[in-house]
């Protein structure tokens, strides 16, 4: 599977992701907002009873009301007829009311004695009370009592109220407020939306799961080949998986994106693959190869370019089999091609490929030191390899990385 479509899909999970939440953070400061909005803003009301006086010890559901019950009554033939009521505001709505008032007429030549929790005034035709300061606000879903006591001095009739105005300021309801029903509208789009992404996650991790699969399988190939091409020559056993480790370091070190340290990897574990067709007497040859003997050997990059013609799964696999012995200088094979010319992947698993040759044994010599191979490797920065990489390599030997990369490749490769 293409590293490219796992990127293209992380990506987009990504800015689904994003869109995602900053869509639902939009929502809920919109949501935040109106609700301000709403505490912030009022309107009037007036709700006209005609009757204070209920039976029903509930007010209505759902709306402003005004009970008033008896609850005291005393008749005296000198100062006439003398009733005590309990008044009680219900505030049955969502919403909170302020600056309350009432007002509302006194039957019977009712006078008023005393208003208890609540400030009144008197005109000619009625009695308006209003809130004390500790009162002003009668929170939503509770209620205010108050109690008024009326008189009637001129004969024995019970003094009432008549026609009961109510006044007050109420918040506005968030639900009066368009932007909210937009915001619920596109909290079920999101809603649909989120519910997608979750579909698109689960189908992102099969085929991260996929992907996972696809590169055992392709390693575990390319490496029992890997392990044909060693086999023929003792001396170079573990040398492919080596290249391949040193290789994706630098390629690492360099700063190369993932896609391409990955395909280095893999051309460094194929990059000798035309050696199988090589014959093993020449390539276990203990002396100086003669020219006929040479040609063979260089044969390799051919052959495995040609080998690896077909295989468009790994980009680069064919392109390093044909230039990792390609000199910067021009100066090498089969090609001759120089400096940037020659694939960027096959100079750096030029680099490594030398490295391992210098740092392992071979039939014809022993490894060098490390000292020797960084003074090899600086010697032909700008002539057999790329100068650009060469201090990259250096600097993994110097600091242990290259040995401990050596381990871990012949641990592979056992």
């Not at 309350?100 to 006194?106: A, G, K, L, P």
């Not at 008189?151 to 407020?177: C, D, L, R, Y």
């Not at 990059?301 to 077909?310: E, P, S």
């Not at 490594?352 to 010697?379: C, F, G, H, P, W």
């Amino acid at each position: 599977m293409d590293n490219k479509i796992i990127q293209r899909s992380t990506l987009q999970i990504k800015i689904k992701a994003i869109v995602i939440v900053a869509a639902f953070a939009v929502i809920c400061i919109g949501m935040i907002l109106v609700r301000y909005y709403a505490s912030k803003s009022s309107h009037n009301i007036t709700i006209t009873q005609e009757d204070m006086i209920m039976s029903k010890v509930e007010a209505s559901k759902g709306q402003i009301v005004v009970r008033c019950i008896t609850k005291n009554a005393e008749v005296n033939k000198l100062f006439g007829r003398t009733i005590q009521y309990s008044i009680t505001i219900y505030n049955n709505t969502e919403q909170d009311i302020k600056d309350w008032s009432i007002e509302t007429t006194i039957t019977n030549d009712g006078l008023v004695d005393n208003v208890v929790n609540a400030d009144y005034e008197l005109t000619p035709s009625k009695l308006i009370i209003h809130p004390t300061k500790d009162n002003e606000t009668i929170e939503s879903k509770n209620a205010l009592t108050f109690g008024v006591a009326l008189s009637n001095k001129k004969n024995q009739q019970k003094p009432s109220f008549g026609t009961t105005v109510i006044n007050a300021e109420q918040a506005v309801n968030p639900s009066e407020v368009m932007a909210y029903w937009l915001l619920i509208v596109a909290l079920f789009a999101w809603a649909i939306i989120a519910a997608s992404f979750f579909v698109s996650l689960m189908s992102h991790r099969k085929l991260i799961m996929q992907k996972a699969l696809d590169d055992k399988v392709l390693f575990q190939t390319i490496y029992t080949f890997t392990s044909f091409i060693d086999a023929k020559d003792p001396y170079t056993r573990g040398h492919s998986v080596r290249v391949a480790f040193y290789a994706r370091e630098l390629a690492k070190e360099m700063g190369l994106p993932e896609n391409d340290v990955n395909n280095i990897y893999y051309s460094g574990l194929m990059h000798d693959a035309g050696k199988i067709s090589v014959p093993d007497a020449v390539l276990n040859k203990p002396g100086k190869l003669n020219d006929g003997e040479f040609q063979l050997i260089k044969s390799h990059t051919t052959n495995g370019a040609r080998m690896l013609r077909n295989y468009t799964a790994i980009e680069g696999l064919k392109e390093v089999a044909l230039y990792h012995h390609e000199k910067y200088n021009g100066k090498g094979y089969p090609t001759g091609t120089a400096g940037k010319e020659i694939p960027l992947y096959a100079r750096v698993v030029c680099v490594a490929d030398s490295y391992d040759a210098m740092s392992s044994n071979r039939v014809y010599r022993n490894k060098l030191t490390k000292e020797q191979i960084i003074s090899e490797l600086e010697r032909c920065a700008g002539t057999q390899f790329d100068p650009e990489v060469v201090p990259y390599m250096v600097d993994m030997i110097k600091s242990g990385k290259a040995d401990k990369l050596r381990d871990e490749a012949d641990n592979v490769a056992l």
